[in-house]
């Protein structure tokens, strides 16, 4: 099997449990006893630990030189933690399964991530193609775990989520160790340097933050103006097909445009899409800017994604952890919480915030793209 393809299949394993758990950890834990504020607790528990343990094992990563082992390790530790989701007590032991599941599954993902850049500079396979096996299993397990918590309740999807966290493990266990000889000088601090890496933390914050209210509230909002559960599913869908599409296919366009015009395209079709979602509920006009996930998420990931693979590889884990949380983790977080009063307060126009975030980021971009033209990339 190629290095590419054990990428592939790394990734198609990690996102497969965020396909089984995003839709359903909320009710394993509701069948479980917990209130409303007892499960947003729970789950924002996971998140804060996640923001703070990421960057730490990604530093201890590039100081041991060997992210393989570590990608390893969290990912099997993870499979057994999960488990916890199904039987420990009470609301006290599962605030301690979230805190210890979130410590050692927060740098799946960015670590992978900072592999497959490795190996990509290395054995010369694109990036996108591999990432987006983990887009297109992300849909075939929510669907899978659609039908088996019909057949067999809610708590299946932690047994689920636990076996692909362990296909994980097996899985990283093949990818290339990659080492770094001399590796784990300048700390924290190191990327920070880096003017790209600076003015990317911020625009990754704006642009994926931008996405709050869409994942957090648009099928309260589309129910609301009487779209039907199905319909709402399509229109979710298609957002993550052209984002694999994207990731397929997006090469030449990735070369063309570099990170500066990729993020600044991003925003752009920010604006739009979130300007549209506001103004109108018409369905042709919001399949028509679903279309636009594959700019306002995708375009965005593959141009972070240059500019991280661009890091000294010393720095390559550092930095991935470091962008995955301050870059779009706390903003994320953030502005998932102050969607809540605004969704309350502005129902569907809450979206003219989400575009003016975009905004905000243009000139960010054009920054970001004179930066990278200086140093000629």
């Not at 420990?88 to 850049?117: E, Q, R, T, Y």
């Not at 996108?128 to 669907?143: K, P």
């Not at 549209?276 to 636009?292: K, M």
Request: charged share 10%; proline share 5%.
């Amino acid at each position: 099997m190629s290095v590419a393809w054990r990428f592939a299949l790394c990734f198609a394993a990690q996102f497969a449990t965020a396909g089984v758990l995003m839709p359903f950890l909320p009710a394993v834990l509701a069948g479980r006893g917990l209130s409303p504020g007892e499960i947003a607790t729970v789950l924002a528990l996971g998140s804060a630990i996640r923001l703070l343990a990421a960057p730490a094992v990604g530093r201890g990563a590039d100081g041991f030189g060997d992210a393989r082992s570590i990608l390893v390790l969290a990912a099997g530790l993870t499979a057994c933690t999960i488990t916890g989701f199904a039987w420990a007590p009470g609301l006290a032991g599962l605030l301690a399964i979230a805190a210890l599941h979130a410590l050692v599954s927060a740098p799946v993902v960015p670590l992978s991530d900072a592999l497959c850049l490795g190996a990509a500079r290395r054995f010369g396979f694109d990036y996108g193609r591999a990432r987006s096996a983990g887009s297109a299993s992300y849909i075939l397990a929510a669907i899978l775990a659609g039908f088996a918590v019909q057949w067999a309740g809610a708590t299946v999807v932690i047994w689920l989520a636990s076996a692909f966290f362990l296909l994980t493990a097996l899985a990283a266990r093949g990818l290339p160790r990659l080492e770094v000889a001399g590796s784990g000088r300048g700390g924290f601090a190191a990327p920070f340097r880096d003017p790209a890496f600076r003015w990317l933390l911020p625009l990754s914050a704006l642009i994926q933050g931008s996405h709050a209210l869409y994942y957090g509230f648009s099928t309260l909002h589309w129910q609301a103006v009487g779209l039907s559960s199905g319909v709402i599913g399509l229109l979710w869908g298609e957002g993550v097909v052209v984002e694999v599409a994207l990731f397929l296919w997006g090469r030449r366009l990735v070369d063309r445009l570099g990170p500066g015009g990729l993020a600044l395209l991003a925003a752009v079709a920010g604006v739009v899409r979130w300007g549209v979602t506001a103004s109108t509920n018409w369905l042709p006009a919001l399949a028509t800017v679903q279309l636009l996930h594959a700019l306002t998420f995708g375009a965005m990931h593959l141009g972070a994604m240059r500019v991280l693979g661009g890091m000294p590889p010393s720095q390559a884990a550092t930095a991935q952890t470091l962008h995955a949380s301050l870059g779009v983790g706390l903003a994320m977080g953030l502005l998932t919480y102050a969607c809540g009063p605004l969704y309350a307060a502005c129902g569907g126009g809450g979206f003219w915030a989400m575009a003016a975030l975009c905004g905000i980021a243009l000139p960010v971009a054009v920054k970001l793209r004179c930066v990278l033209r200086q140093r000629g990339a």
